[in-house]
Every structure is written in structure tokens, then in C-alpha cells.
């Protein structure tokens, strides 16, 4: 998940390797002990005499990897000195840290592994949180706002990065986003909530040329307009807590009919993978 805030969810006490690391060990840690053990082993084949802290370092990292869960590796771990096989895992973390900040288009990625969250810019923080979310090679990528407190150019930097890692990692991407622009620019599929509940679904295309909810149309006329009327979705977001009974948005709608109060529309497909939950197209009546 790429939170809104990321200088809410990073540490202010520990660098960026240990915060990406962390997350690589947590996921991938078989993957990263399979890397420092090749490490090892291409290091011992140049070697006429590798010496006895090498095959030691080898011999740990195969066991971590046979049974990294093992007793006896637990304690071993805790104990300096004979734990210096840490260091080839370390190592390992490292580099592929910096990878993954280099996949960031970030400038210096050796020199930023080493910084802390209070040396990041607004940008270098959200990356750093992407970088954070990437590591572990997810198959859906959940984005709440994550440019909301950017400025316009960080933004279209941020934008920008997510499309290129979408295609070349592959991962789903579920964008949070009040921002309408931002959904015409990035998203190939719209659902659109109001209180909690979804009251559309659609193609992207099909959501800004044939909405057919009232609060999506609100929604959409309340984009500002240069030379038109700033148009606004009368009345308040109802409470959470205590919602009000069938369709959550019948106290703001024009079109709202006495059905409307007392029973909650179906969410039905009026159209291909046009999905919308409203008695204007449930066949309510007055």
C-alpha cells in the first residue's frame, strides 16, 4: 500500500535501507539469502584457499536456507562474532535496495539508502513509500492519494512513475483519489462511492461520457469550468455511524423518489460492464 502521508509511515528513527530491508525480509527473505549465498560462493570459486570464514559463511546460509525457521540458528543469530554471516545477508539487502530506488528514478540512490525520513523531500518520502510497497513484489498496489500533498510538478513526477511500474511489474493498481483529473489520466476502470457504498461502475471512457448516477453527474458538473458557474452537490455527507435508510443519497438528489428513502436500489448492469445502483434504472417509481 502507497499511503497519503508517507512521513506518517516512516520511521524518523531508522534510514531508508533498514525501512526497505525490513520489508525484503519480511517477503523475500529466502530470495535474499539465495543472492549473499551466490555471493559467497562465486567469492570461495575464485579462491585457490578460501579459508574457514567463508565456507562457515556458506555453510550458515545454507542452513538458513533449508530451515530458516531452525532453533539453533535463532541463537546463533543473537550471538557477535560467530553471527558474521549477518553481514553477507546485510550486504545482499543492501544492493538490492538501491535497486529498487534506482527503479524509483531516484538521483543517488547509494547516497539516499543512508538517509533518514527528515532528509527526504515531500517527493523522495513518497518515493521512498512506493519503493516500500514494490519491494515485495505485490500483485495489487493499493495508491490512497498519494499526491495529495505534492506540489503540481511532484505530482505529475509521482503519476508518471506509478504508470511506468504498473506496466513493468505488472501489479493491479487500486487508486484512491478524489481528484476527477487524475482518474481520466490513470485509471482504465471506475467505481464510484458515496457514504461507503459504490453506486457506480464503469469502463473509464464510459463513467465521464454516460454517467447515469445523480451523484456521479453532481460529481462531475462540480468540476470547475473556466467561463461557467461553479456548480456544487447540495446538502451534507451524511453520518457514517447512523446512515440514513435506503439510498445513502436520496436526502441531496434531485430525481429522489419516495422509493428511494425506504429501499436500497440493487447494484444492477444496465449496459456491458456498466454497473449502477440507483431506482432510476431499478424501474422505482413515485
Do not use: W
Not at 553481514?87 to 539516499?112: G, S, Y
Not at 461553479?230 to 451524511?238: A, L, R, S
Not at 429501499?263 to 460492464?273: G, L, M
Amino acid at each position: 500500500m502507497i499511503f497519503q502521508e508517507p512521513r506518517a509511515y516512516l520511521n524518523p528513527v531508522y534510514s531508508v535501507k533498514n525501512q526497505i530491508g525490513e520489508v525484503l525480509m519480511l517477503h523475500r527473505k529466502q530470495e535474499i539469502v539465495q543472492i549473499a549465498l551466490e555471493e559467497v560462493e562465486a567469492i570461495i570459486e575464485k579462491k585457490a584457499k578460501p579459508g574457514f570464514f567463508l565456507n562457515y559463511d556458506r555453510k550458515m546460509l545454507q542452513k538458513m536456507l533449508k530451515n530458516p525457521n531452525s532453533f539453533s540458528l535463532k541463537i546463533i543469530s543473537k550471538i557477535p562474532f560467530i553471527n558474521r554471516y549477518k553481514r553477507r545477508i546485510n550486504t545482499a539487502v543492501r544492493k538490492e535496495v538501491v535497486r529498487i530506488l534506482r527503479e524509483m528514478e531516484l538521483p543517488d540512490p547509494d547516497r539516499i539508502a543512508d538517509m533518514y525520513p527528515h532528509e527526504l523531500s515531500g517527493g523522495m518520502a513518497q518515493r521512498v513509500i512506493i519503493a516500500m510497497a514494490l519491494a515485495c513484489n505485490p500483485t495489487l498496489l493499493i495508491a490512497d492519494e498519494p499526491t495529495t500533498n505534492l506540489d503540481v510538478t511532484v505530482q505529475f513526477q509521482i503519476l508518471n512513475l506509478i504508470r511506468k511500474l504498473k506496466q513493468k511489474f505488472g501489479s493491479s493498481i487500486l487508486y484512491i483519489t478524489h481528484d476527477m483529473g487524475v482518474v481520466a489520466e490513470l485509471c482504465s476502470r471506475v467505481a464510484v462511492m458515496y457514504a461507503g457504498v459504490v453506486c457506480e461502475s464503469a469502463d473509464v471512457v464510459e463513467i465521464f461520457k454516460n454517467p447515469l448516477h445523480p451523484y456521479t453527474k453532481a460529481l462531475l458538473e462540480s468540476i470547475p469550468r473556466p467561463g461557467s458557474e461553479f456548480k456544487t452537490i447540495e446538502g451534507t455527507v451524511p453520518s457514517l455511524i447512523n446512515p440514513p435508510s435506503g439510498c445513502r443519497f436520496h436526502d441531496r438528489c434531485p430525481y429522489s423518489m419516495e422509493i428511494c428513502i425506504k429501499e436500497k436500489p440493487n447494484f444492477i448492469e444496465v449496459k456491458k460492464e456498466h454497473f449502477v445502483s440507483c431506482h432510476l434504472h431499478n424501474g422505482g417509481s413515485k
